[in-house]
């Protein structure tokens, strides 16, 4: 109960989708944000949910490749992969 109801931000089809983005295996994601890659699995696949700082962790990750999470109106939360400057 310590850490109250939230909504988290990255869902299962979010954390697919960045991976997607970026190009990146579950192995990837999980080197880059120091889970192991069955964490990624089974929250991807919703065998489970994951900690406030897993979730940090991952969405970290994705931050430093590039993705943006975004707040749509009356959609919730996307993705985008801002255009990189040459």
């Given at each position: 109960?310590?850490?109250?109801?939230?909504e988290?931000?990255?869902t299962?089809a979010?954390c697919?989708?960045?991976?997607?983005?970026?190009?990146?295996t579950q192995?990837?994601?999980?080197?880059?944000?120091s889970?192991?890659?069955?964490t990624?699995?089974?929250?991807?696949?919703?065998?489970?949910?994951?900690?406030?700082?897993?979730?940090?962790q991952?969405r970290?990750?994705?931050?430093?490749?590039g993705?943006?999470f975004?707040?749509?109106?009356?959609?919730g939360?996307?993705l985008?992969?801002p255009?990189?400057v040459?």
């Open positions: 109960m310590g850490q109250g109801a939230r988290t931000i990255l299962p979010l697919r989708a960045a991976r997607g983005l970026l190009d990146w192995t990837d994601l999980a080197e880059k944000a889970v192991s890659r069955s990624i699995r089974d929250y991807e696949g919703r065998h489970h949910g994951i900690h406030r700082a897993t979730e940090a991952l970290l990750a994705f931050e430093q490749g993705v943006r975004v707040d749509i109106e009356g959609a939360t996307g985008c992969l255009e990189r040459s």
